[in-house]
């Protein structure tokens, strides 16, 4: 296919552009060869025309597609160009936040001015063992492939890390460093240490602040990392380049001069400073010259304290430091020496100059001497010598040139030192060099500095170059394909120009030499010889004083000024004398005369007496011994670019980054790639991705036939593509272009599945919709019938309806007709009858009033006569009258008359006022009285108030005419008797309104008695209901303590167990040093002589346990010469022995503890022994008590009977319902009771003096065969008549009546009882008096504390004293609990002991009682029995011999395989034999036996484990053994927390004689010891399987396709047979737990083994994932939830689900979700906050960072939406680690399992050749 045929329409292309660099762009026609513009479209919208160069004809760069952008390697891109590098880099380094990339061979590091969470110890382990294309770009990766390169092809590797000033390259090889010492542990563990405390020193005296960075090395170093044999860290050696003298003296503005000198005026304040005189760094010339003296963030004080730390790691002393410390404040004070102009050309210093003063006095100087010779110069001839005066500038270059020379012998001598501690003894095998050196430098003004970077540069360059060029020639020939010659551009003329004869640094030594040399001279002989001679040397237009040289990354102008100076580097020969008189050791021993065999020559190493050998020849000569070294290594190249000149955070610049890419040889690389076959893939890799783009035809069995016919079909160019022996070649283009046709291939395809959809959705659409139309007819057809048939029937109904309706209307209307009829005719009759009626009223009427006229008319006439008669006698009497009144008038007239008529008048006048006065009042008073009546009687009050005021007008009328008064007294008598009825009135008013109230009151009392019920119910409820709630709270409160304590309690086991499995590791550790000290003792002892085992001492026994394995303790030696050992060995070794020796003390303790308490255990059976003798007496003179009583109740009872038979024989017996038969019966059974009770204290008594005559003759005749064994094996007699007859003798001899020993079994279970009664009787009054007592001392304490408080809280104030008060009382419950804690520690040791010697006593009881009826049988019987053998009951114990410890375990654990011998055996037999040989060493009463058994088991178990530790089927075998053992002392401890799982005859098994309880946790740590070891076992077997099975093998087939990936090819890429599936996984997980279920281990314990598993599984395929940008796709999430899936089925098809191995799967199964959900919006962002919660932020974003579409029908993870991500997520508490910790192992707990295997019932195969061993 034609290049020009790809540029199409919608075609994307990069055209250049100023800012960006390159601008991409689209087609918006087609090209067309022959066309002289390209119509594009920019990506903002606007259009452009692209002018094609007519002669070049040169297209614009094509761009990949978006599927190849972002890619882990810049040589997957299908076109390798440098716009399509610069965007790969941008869009990993911006959006995906990814540092590094891979450039073929090189990788490719920017640096994020920001600290990034991927250099943790995790990602270190990640990366550990894993090949360079299988993980994501990283520097670990690069030493990864380095070191194992190493170690593989037995060659040295270099690391060349490379790059401009801020660009990162002193961290990245720090982190090489690291990594290094990480992964290879050495043999010495302060190696490691050592080197990586060189960079801290290193950094304080070559590194200082520029304007480009904050930590800028100022020279180069070559560390050479040493490994031995086995590639462990042996060593380390340092070679520095090129140091910066000159900023010793001068900064530029806002630079620094090197770090120690701010770290040491920053620590000026320390004692051990002071005489330094130093203070501020502002203070002197050389630290504030560039006026920058903070680094914001970095605190110089806390600097100092590391870099001292770290010279005292190197064995630097303190003197030496302080030493060091003293020339550098020498350095500064010579800094600030200031120089005065004399006269003339002369110069002097004053002589009470300060800083010199301190000068002189810190190096041990004559103050004169070195003050002249600052001023001076001794200038020699043939015959005479000159001393010359300096002028002030020169004096001042020559202190300068002096401070620069003193600082650079101090950093040679650090260095020199620095060497001399990373120095191994031992050979050194083979070693890694990390190269840090500056990169090409160009700024605007280069001297003679940035001429020696860049001739270094030139030359590494050529080397970079001829190794890529090697690899592609390699890689050709091995692949067999024709190859040509790649040009690439060699850079030899450009070293020529430089170094060759004649070059620029010849003439530079040759002008150097010349007594007038010049700056000036040297640049026109530079004219005159190379400007028309070399290519690459040029001459500015403007400048006489400046050259050009053509490097390989650009043209660089150099300025000639200060070349001579800086390359002759001289110094004052008679300052350097003045200085070597000096008394200062380290001065003295900076300034001595170098050895002629030093490698390391820098510009700061120089000896005195090779002054004259210039600077430019001396880094010459180190140069080509640089790259002798590196030749002579595999080169791993690192290329470190600065983004940015603002120190931004992950931000770009294009410009400065292509100028980076071009001067560090990126753009050289992709070039070289691209010129040859930058395409490579796999035939499988290219069938797998382009298999779509065959036919079935084409798909042949041999896949490299198949591909080959493929590509002649779709690739016509044959040139396009080569094929190779594994590998398919393309050039620069081809992959796109098949990207092409595949994606056109699967459009088509999706297309046509779309089709074929539609089509299905559309037939099925028309189908369902003939289906819904047939359905909607047939029922509107229905319900049209249903509708027809309904109308009828209603026109039916409705016919029937009228016919009835008009019946019903005509019977209706006939009757209101005849209702109107009736109607009408009653309403006529009615009204004729009423007419009638009222004629005849009418007429009635009328007569009444005739009559009554009649009567008024006779009435009239009546009254006028009887007033005619009247008015006449009126007029007749007032003619009278008239007369009389003139007679009265003339009496009138005199005063006399009118007083004695007005005498009577006026009293009756003031009677009738008073009386009026007196009613005014009672009625006011009545008024007043009834106002409070007013609402209740106010119609009374009205009729009052009108009688009232008809008062008020009797008193105005009686006033005005007194003739009305006796009318006035009439109505007064009235209102009296009104005023007495309204009394009465009044007062029943009043007597109504008491009795009311009365009522109301009462009922007030009642409702207040009522409510205060309530409300005191009230307060009952809220007091309860605040009960309530304290109760809730109180348990919420404890069940959130309970949770919080179970959480403490995990971490604290997790914490005990992981400082266990430390123990363990010091344990190895101390065990290993061991050995090799023994081996190095044995290679100087003596033959010969050895300590056989009658040296130990008897205590060996108890010391065991912490002496470690038993091979171990074999052999010891009795004379140790001296070895040299390393201190941190040795204190280590001396910290081990003082534990040993305080384990031996406390074992001693516990043998002390044990040899009392046998002793007072002897005491006390001593004692009981005699006390028993004494009480034999009593007892026989009870028995013959109880013997006479026992038959005085026999003949009561006989009696009885016969009474009673008497009784019944009699003619009036009682029936047997009748109260005398009643009284009889219960006298009866009180009889029968009182005589068990007589019969089985006399069988006590009876079996009691037995076992005394038993003890009394035990040496007599009749005892003397007679032991405690014999004893308990005479049987018992049996009391069931019908089991055996022998019996009947024995009982027949003891009681003639034989009821003693029918109630013998009662007898026992009495005895039981009495004495547990009498024990819990005994034992509750000690504890009571115990109790009363220690209250007593605890009120007198109490009391004591309570005056010392209160006496002491009166001098307090009173905050003070409620504090006190407090504390106190928290101090006071503190104690007391503490103490009861103790004392039912003790309390609880105290029962178990009593417990277990009653068990003792009780068991010994049984077999003298025993032993003494068998005794006694005999005696007194007549007739001998005969005695038939019994079946052996076997205890459950075995016997072994003294001494045969060694060989039981030998047998039983040492050689015992668990794939042989042990497969047959029941589980957990190995433990069962050995409690069983436990129980008879307790059983005999031998600590010192049971000791020894329990350490050497426990220490063989430990060497087992240490020598078989990586076979899972032992270390399982061993663990569910041990778990066993614990148990089995746990469940035959005799504790009653275990005894109660136990059968009867289990608990007859228990331990009697010691308490094994401190083994238990002894055991437990063992156990947990084993788990640990279990757990890496199953890791170093599970870890190879789970990358290739969880993410890299396609369970489904299909669903991924394989994508470019570059030079950096995956291990996974290349088919293999046995390449690890999930299928493999789930079957290793098969095997794991069914060896674990064959020996027998607890279900519980594998089940936390189980969910181990898981843990691991999820945690490595998680790291994988986040770790690898090409796994984390939709497709690839899909196939993970698969393998999750099975993993699942997997646990349900074991009855597994409830371990908890489900979620600890959680975290994977999240990150799959996120690679599949939808990834745009703000809900999506939510869903997915919400959805991985068990995914930290950090892993969140790195996931959607690190998502890659494979598919072209994918889309990227927008920035936005990642930002929003973080934003919702920025509140979360998670860990900041971005690994889950692979590493990690759950805490183990080990629930108690008791056995139902009886261990009589055990049988010991013949197989384990136990022989020895006896069944008891």
């Not at 599984?1657 to 999430?1677: A, E, P, Q, Y």
């Amino acid at each position: 296919m034609a290049a020009s045929e790809l540029y199409s329409k919608n075609v994307r292309v990069w055209l250049p552009d100023a800012a960006e660099v390159w601008k991409s762009a689209e087609l918006t026609r087609d090209y067309t060869p022959g066309d002289k513009v390209i119509h594009l479209q920019l990506e903002d919208g606007t259009n452009v025309e692209h002018k094609i160069d007519p002669q070049t004809q040169s297209l614009p760069y094509l761009r990949n597609p978006d599927i190849l952008v972002g890619e882990n390697d810049l040589t997957a891109l299908s076109y390798l160009n440098e716009p399509a590098v610069l965007h790969n880099l941008k869009v990993r380094f911006i959006d995906s936040k990814l540092i590094y990339t891979y450039c073929g061979i090189v990788l490719v590091a920017i640096n994020p001015y920001e600290s990034l969470p991927i250099y943790d110890s995790d990602i270190i382990n990640a990366y550990s063992g894993q090949n360079m294309g299988d993980m994501d770009p990283h520097i670990f990766a690069v030493a990864e492939e380095a070191y194992k390169q190493m170690a593989r092809n037995e060659r040295n590797q270099s690391i060349i890390v490379s790059g401009e000033s801020g660009a990162g390259k002193t961290v990245s090889a720090k982190y090489a460093m690291r990594y290094f010492a990480t992964v290879s542990s050495s043999s010495d563990a302060n190696i490691e240490d050592r080197v990586l405390a060189s960079n801290p020193i290193m950094e304080a005296i070559g590194n200082a602040k520029t304007t480009r960075n904050d930590n800028s090395s100022r020279f180069g170093k070559y560390i050479e990392i040493g490994f031995d044999k086995k590639h462990h860290i042996i060593g380390a050696n340092m070679r520095t380049y090129l140091l910066e003298k000159s900023r010793v003296v001068f900064q530029a503005h806002g630079e620094r001069n090197y770090h120690i000198f701010y770290q040491l005026c920053a620590s000026s304040h320390l004692q051990e400073f002071k005489a330094l005189k130093l203070g501020s760094a502002e203070d002197f010339h050389c630290t504030n010259h560039g006026r920058s003296p903070v680094i914001e963030g970095v605190d110089d004080a806390k600097e100092m304290y590391s870099t001292r730390k770290a010279l005292s790691l190197l064995g630097i002393s303190e003197a030496y430091q302080i030493a060091v410390f003293q020339i550098l404040a020498a350095v500064l004070h010579l800094g600030n020496v200031e120089v005065k102009d004399s006269s003339g050309d002369r110069s002097t210093i004053l002589p009470d100059n300060s800083h010199l003063t301190v000068f002189c006095e810190l190096l041990g100087v004559p103050y004169q001497d070195m003050a002249h010779w600052l001023c001076h110069s001794k200038l020699k001839t043939t015959t005479e010598v000159y001393v010359k005066p300096f002028s002030k500038v020169n004096a001042v270059n020559a202190r300068d040139a002096l401070a620069k020379h003193i600082y650079a012998k101090l950093f040679s001598w650090i260095v020199n030192h620095i060497n001399e501690a990373l120095q191994s003894a031992s050979k050194q095998h083979s070693f890694i060099g990390v190269l840090d050196i500056y990169g090409f430098e160009t700024f605007d003004v280069n001297s003679f500095e940035q001429f020696c970077i860049n001739y270094a540069n030139e030359k590494l360059q050529q080397q970079f170059n001829m190794h890529v060029f090697k690899l592609e020639q390699e890689e050709y020939l091995k692949e067999q394909i024709p190859w040509t010659l790649i040009d690439f551009s060699d850079n030899q003329p450009c070293i020529d120009l430089i170094e060759a004869k004649m070059g620029v640094l010849d003439l530079l030594d040759e002008e150097c030499k010349m007594p007038k040399g010049s700056n000036d001279s040297w640049a026109q002989k530079l004219y005159n010889t190379l400007l028309k001679q070399k290519a690459h040397f040029e001459k500015p237009r403007m400048s006489n004083k400046a050259f050009i040289i053509l490097h390989f990354a650009d043209k660089v102008e150099y300025q000639c000024e200060g070349f001579l100076e800086k390359n002759k580097d001289t110094v004052n020969e008679e300052q350097i004398n003045v200085l070597k008189l000096s008394k200062f050791e380290l001065l003295l021993e900076l300034f001595q005369e170098e050895r002629p065999t030093s490698t390391a020559m820098t510009r700061s190493g120089q000896a005195q007496r090779d002054h004259k050998k210039t600077v430019g020849l001396q880094f010459r000569n180190s140069l080509h011994l640089l790259m002798e070294t590196l030749n002579a290594t595999t080169p791993h190249y690192v290329r470190c670019i600065k983004p940015n000149d603002l120190k931004t955070p992950f931000t770009m610049d294009p410009v400065r980054a292509v100028q980076q890419l071009r001067a560090c040889g990126v753009l050289e690389t992709i070039r070289i790639s691209a010129a040859g076959f930058p395409s490579r893939w796999t035939y499988q890799e290219f069938f797998s991705r382009y298999r779509v783009l065959m036919t079935q035809k084409d798909v042949l069995s041999d896949r490299k036939l198949t591909c080959k016919n493929v590509l002649e079909k779709l690739v016509k160019d044959q040139d396009k593509y080569q094929f190779g022996k594994n590998k398919i070649f393309f050039r620069a283009g081809q992959v796109a272009y098949l990207e092409k046709l595949r994606s056109d291939k699967l459009r088509k395809a999706c297309v046509r599945i779309q089709k074929t959809i539609r089509c299905w959705v559309a037939r099925k659409k028309y189908l369902r919709m003939k289906t819904a139309a047939v359905t909607l007819q047939r029922y509107v057809r229905g319900h049209q019938a249903r509708c027809l048939v309904k109308f009828m029937r209603r026109t039916k109904a409705a016919v029937v309806v009228q016919r009835n309706v008009r019946m019903w209307a005509s019977r209706r209307r006939y009757q209101k007709l005849r209702q109107a009829a009736i109607t009408v005719q009653c309403y006529l009759r009615a009204y004729r009858a009423r007419q009638h009626y009222h004629k005849l009223l009418y007429e009635h009427k009328a007569v009444v009033v005739q009559r009554r006229v009649r009567g008024w008319l006779a009435r009239r006439r009546y009254r006028r006569t009887l007033a005619a008669v009247v008015l006449l006698q009126s007029c007749v009497r007032r003619l009278s009258a008239k007369r009389q009144l003139k007679k009265l008038k003339v009496e009138a007239r005199s005063v006399e008359h009118f007083k004695k008529l007005n005498v009577g008048m006026e009293n009756k006048i003031m009677q009738l006022q008073r009386r009026v006065d007196e009613q005014h009042k009672e009625n006011r008073e009545l008024s007043e009285r009834l106002g409070g009546q007013e609402r209740s009687q106010a119609g009374e009050s009205e009729r009052l108030g009108r009688e009232v005021e008809r008062l008020r007008a009797a008193e105005e009328e009686a006033r005005g005419k007194a003739e009305r008064v006796p009318s006035l007294l009439e109505q007064l008598s009235f209102l009296r008797q009104e005023l007495e009825t309204t009394r009465g009135e009044k007062e029943a008013v009043e007597e109504q309104a008491k009795t009311y109230k009365q009522k109301m009151e009462q009922s007030l009392a009642e409702l207040n008695a009522k409510n205060s019920l309530m409300n005191s119910e009230r307060n009952d409820l809220n007091q309860l209901i605040e009960e309530r709630d304290q109760q809730i709270s109180e348990i919420k409160a404890e069940v959130a303590n309970s949770q919080q304590m179970e959480r403490d309690l995990t971490e604290e086991r997790s914490r005990y167990q992981s400082l266990l499995s430390e123990h363990l590791h010091l344990e190895e550790r101390y065990g290993d040093l061991k050995d090799e000290m023994r081996l190095s003792v044995q290679g100087t002892r003596k033959p010969g002589h050895r300590r056989t085992d009658s040296n130990y001492s008897s205590n060996g026994s108890e010391g065991t346990q912490s002496s470690g394995f038993p091979e171990d303790s074999s052999v010891r030696s009795e004379d140790v010469t001296e070895t040299a050992v390393d201190m941190p060995v040795l204190l280590k070794l001396q910290w081990r022995v003082k534990e040993l020796e305080q384990d031996k003390q406390g074992l001693q303790r516990q043998l002390d503890r044990r040899e009392d308490a046998q002793i007072n255990k002897a005491k006390e059976a001593e004692e009981q022994k005699t006390a028993g003798r004494a009480e034999l007496d009593m007892e026989a003179l009870k028995r013959q008590e109880l013997e006479s009583e026992n038959k005085k109740l026999k003949q009561d009872l006989d009696e009885l009977r016969q009474s009673l038979t008497e009784d019944c024989g009699s003619p009036a017996s009682p029936s047997p319902g009748s109260l005398p038969y009643k009284v009889l019966l219960e006298q009866l059974n009180t009889s029968n009771e009182e005589l068990d009770m007589r019969k089985e204290e006399v069988l006590l008594l009876r079996s009691h003096l037995v076992r005394q005559e038993a003890l009394k003759h035990k040496d007599s005749m009749l005892g003397e065969g007679l032991n405690l064994k014999d004893i308990s094996e005479i049987p018992l007699p049996s009391i069931h008549p019908h089991k055996s007859d022998r019996s009947a003798p024995d009982v027949h001899t003891l009681n003639e009546d034989g009821e003693l020993w029918l109630a013998y079994e009662g007898l026992k279970e009495t005895n039981r009882v009495l004495e547990a009664q009498l024990r819990l009787q005994d034992r509750s009054h000690e504890e009571e008096c115990e109790e009363m007592r220690e209250e007593v001392r605890k009120a007198r304490e109490d009391n004591r504390q309570q005056q010392q408080l209160m006496a002491q809280s009166l001098h307090l104030p009173q905050g003070a004293r409620i504090d006190a008060g407090l504390q106190h009382e928290m101090t006071r419950l503190t104690n007391e609990n503490l103490d009861l804690m103790e004392q039912q520690g003790k309390q609880d040791k105290v029962i178990r002991k009593l417990k277990k010697q009653l068990k003792l006593y009780v068991k010994k009881l049984e077999e003298f009682e025993a032993g003494g009826l068998q005794e006694s049988v005999p005696s007194q019987s007549v007739h001998r029995a005969s005695i038939s053998r019994k079946e052996k009951d076997f205890q459950g114990m075995l016997e072994y011999k003294r001494g045969d410890e060694s060989r039981l375990l030998k047998n039983l654990v040492i050689d015992l395989k668990p794939r042989g011998v042990a497969v047959n055996l029941v589980p957990g037999l190995p433990a069962f034999i050995l409690f069983m040989c436990l129980r008879h060493a307790d059983y005999a009463n031998d600590d010192q036996r049971v000791s020894t058994l329990l350490n050497t088991t426990i220490n063989s178990v430990k060497g087992v484990i240490k020598r078989r530790g990586d076979d899972f089927d032992t270390v399982s075998f061993w663990l569910a053994n041990t778990c066993r053992f614990l148990y089995c002392l746990k469940q035959y401890s005799g504790e009653e927390a275990f005894i109660k799982f136990n059968t009867p005859r289990q608990n007859e098994h228990c331990l009697s004689n010691f308490d094994l309880s401190e083994y238990h946790q002894v055991l437990s740590d063992l156990a947990i010891q084993i788990y640990q070891q279990l757990v890496k076992c199953m890791e170093e077997i599970l870890h190879p399987m789970i990358v290739s099975g969880m993410l890299e093998h396609e369970t489904i087939q299909g669903v991924l396709g394989a994508k470019p990936t570059g030079l950096r090819k995956r291990t996974s890429s290349f088919p293999e047979e046995d390449a690890h599936t999930v299928d493999t996984i789930m079957q290793q997980l098969s095997l794991f737990h069914a060896s674990m279920t064959q020996h027998g281990m607890d279900p519980e314990l594998i089940k936390q083994v189980v969910k181990q598993q898981f843990y691991i599984i999820c945690s490595v395929t998680l790291n994988n994932l986040l770790l690898r940008k090409d796994m984390c796709s939709w497709s690839k999430g899909l196939q993970i939830r698969y393998n999750v899936w099975q993993l699942e089925e997997w646990l349900v098809e074991r009855d597994l689900i409830s371990s908890g191995a489900k979620e600890t799967l959680e975290p994977l199964i999240q990150a799959a979700q996120l690679l599949q959900v939808k990834k745009k919006t703000e809900e999506d962002a939510k869903a997915i906050s919400t959805m991985c919660s068990a995914l930290t932020t950090s892993q969140i974003v790195k996931v959607l960072n690190l998502y890659t579409p494979v598919m072209e029908f994918e889309e990227r993870v927008s920035v936005k939406f990642i930002q929003t991500i973080q934003t919702l997520l920025k509140d979360r508490v998670d860990s900041p680690m971005l690994l889950m910790d692979s590493r990690k192992i759950f805490s183990i707990t080990f629930t108690f399992a008791p056995s139902t295997i009886a261990l009589e019932t055990i049988q010991i195969p013949s197989s384990l050749n136990l022989d020895f061993l006896i069944r008891i």
